[in-house]
C-alpha cells in the first residue's frame, strides 16, 4: 500500500488545515520554517511582479518546474525517498503548500540574484547552481533533524549523509538549479537581460515548457555520471567533484561580470531572515521535544529487499527494531507492519555544538552571498562602471 503525491486519501487522518497551536505545541521550528518559506515566496512573487517578465517568468518557471519535480520523484516507487510532515496547510497528505515555496526559494532567488552580475550563460548557470546549494543545506540539516520530513532508512542513493543530510541531496541542488538557470538563460539570451527586460510571450510559454520538460532528465544526467565516482551511489566523491566544476566554470566569467549596480533592496534581507531563522532553530529548539504524525516509511518483515533507481538494493520496508534514522519511537507505541500513518519522536543532538557551528555558518555564508548579489559589493562596483562611462562620454566630447 502506497500514497501517492496526488491522492487526496480520505481512509488516512489528515487534514488541509491544521491549528497552528496545535503545530507548535508538537513541531515548532516546522511551524516557523513553514511561514518564513511561504512569505519568502510571496517576497519573491511581489519582486517578481514588480520587477521585469524575466523575473515574472523565473518565478512562474520556479513553481511549475519545482513542483512537478517532487511530485515525479513521490510517485516513481524507485525514487520515493522521503516523507513530508504535515503542515498546517496541506494539498494533498504527502504535499505541504510550502513545499513549493521552498523551489521558489532556491531557484529564483540565486537565478535573479546571478544574472545581476552580468556573467556568461554557463559562469552564470554554475554560480547559481553554488548559490542554491548554499541557500538550501541549512533548511536540508534544520528539517531532517527536526523531522520536517523522514528519508527512508536503507536507500543508497541517500545513505551517505553529513548532519543528517544526504550529499546526494546537495549535489541535486547543484545540478537542478544551475539546469534550470541555464534553460531560462536559453530563451532569455536573444537580448540583454536585466531587472526590467520585457520577454514576449512566446518567450514566457517557450521559457516554461523548455524548464519543464528538461531541467530533471539534465539534472539526472549530470548526477548519472556523477555517481559513477562513488561506485554508483552519490556520495562525497560525486558531491565535492560536481562542486569543483561548477566552482571553475563560475570563475571564467570574472573578468567580463557587469553587475548592474543596484543598493541593498529588500529581496536580499529577505534571503538574510531565512537564513538566520534557520539558525534560530537549530540553536534554540530541542529535536528530542518534537513529534510527527503522518506519513512515514511503510514499516514492515525486515530484510525484504527492492531495487531503488540507482540499480542497488534497499530495504522496502522500515525495520522497526534495526534502523538508523534520526528519530525514535520513545514517546509512542511502535508501528504495525504496513501502516503508512504513525507517529516518530524527535532525537536528542549527538552533537549539538557542531551541528549549530554548520548551519550558522551555512547562514552567515549565504547571507554574505545574497547582500553582494542584492547589496552594496554589486552596487558600489556598478556604480563605478557608471561613473567610468560618464567620464569617458565626457572625455569625447
Not at 126 to 138: D, F, H, I, K, R
Not at 140 to 149: E, H, N, Q, R, T
Not at 225 to 242: E, K, N, R
Not at 378 to 396: H, L, M, Q, Y
Request: with cysteine; proline share 6%.
Amino acid at each position: 500500500m502506497r500514497t501517492l503525491p496526488w491522492d487526496v486519501s480520505p481512509d488516512l487522518p489528515w487534514k488541509t488545515f491544521t491549528s497552528p497551536a496545535k503545530q507548535w505545541a508538537n513541531q515548532p521550528t516546522f511551524l516557523i520554517g513553514e511561514y518564513v518559506i511561504i512569505v519568502c515566496a510571496l517576497l519573491a512573487l511581489i519582486h517578481a511582479v514588480r520587477s521585469g517578465s524575466a523575473n515574472r517568468l523565473t518565478w512562474v518557471a520556479a513553481l511549475i518546474v519545482g513542483t512537478a519535480n517532487d511530485l515525479i520523484f513521490m510517485a516513481l516507487p524507485v525514487v520515493d525517498t522521503f516523507w513530508q510532515a504535515q503542515a498546517t496547510i496541506m494539498i494533498t497528505p504527502r504535499l505541504p503548500l510550502y513545499i513549493p515555496c521552498v523551489y521558489i526559494v532556491f531557484l529564483y532567488w540565486p537565478t535573479v540574484g546571478i544574472r545581476r552580475l552580468g556573467l556568461g550563460r554557463w559562469p552564470a548557470a554554475a554560480l547559481t547552481g553554488l548559490v542554491a546549494v548554499v541557500l538550501y543545506a541549512p533548511y536540508d540539516i534544520v528539517g531532517a533533524k527536526f523531522l520536517w520530513w523522514t528519508w527512508h532508512d536503507t536507500d543508497p542513493a541517500i545513505a551517505d549523509r553529513l548532519f543528517g543530510a544526504p550529499l546526494s541531496s546537495s549535489l541535486w541542488v547543484l545540478a537542478f538549479t544551475g539546469s534550470f538557470a541555464m534553460l531560462l538563460d536559453l530563451v532569455l539570451r536573444g537580448h540583454e537581460v536585466t531587472e526590467q527586460s520585457f520577454v514576449t510571450r512566446r518567450r514566457f510559454v517557450a521559457g516554461i515548457v523548455l524548464a519543464a520538460c528538461i531541467t530533471t532528465p539534465l539534472m539526472m544526467a549530470q548526477m548519472f555520471v556523477l555517481h559513477l565516482l562513488d561506485g554508483g551511489t552519490p556520495g562525497l566523491v560525486a558531491f565535492c567533484t560536481g562542486a569543483v566544476i561548477y566552482g571553475s566554470v563560475s570563475c571564467f566569467g570574472r573578468r567580463t561580470a557587469r553587475p548592474e549596480g543596484q543598493p541593498v533592496d529588500w529581496l536580499g534581507r529577505g534571503a538574510a531572515a531565512y537564513l538566520i531563522a534557520l539558525a534560530i532553530c537549530m540553536a534554540f529548539f530541542a529535536p528530542e521535544t518534537h513529534v510527527s504524525s503522518g506519513l512515514h516509511q511503510v514499516p514492515g518483515p525486515c530484510s525484504v529487499e527492492e531495487s531503488d533507481i540507482t540499480g542497488n538494493t534497499r530495504d522496502k520496508y522500515l525495520c522497526v527494531e534495526d534502523y538508523a534514522e534520526d528519530f525514535t519511537f520513545a514517546c509512542t507505541t511502535p508501528p504495525a507492519h504496513d501502516v503508512q500513518w504513525y507517529t516518530v519522536c524527535g532525537k536528542e543532538h549527538a552533537n549539538y555544538p557542531a551541528y549549530v557551528a554548520v548551519v550558522s555558518g551555512l547562514a552567515l555564508a549565504g547571507i554574505a552571498a545574497f547582500f553582494a548579489m542584492f547589496g552594496a559589493v554589486g552596487g558600489s562596483v556598478g556604480r563605478a562602471a557608471t561613473s567610468a562611462s560618464a567620464r569617458a562620454r565626457s572625455t569625447a566630447e
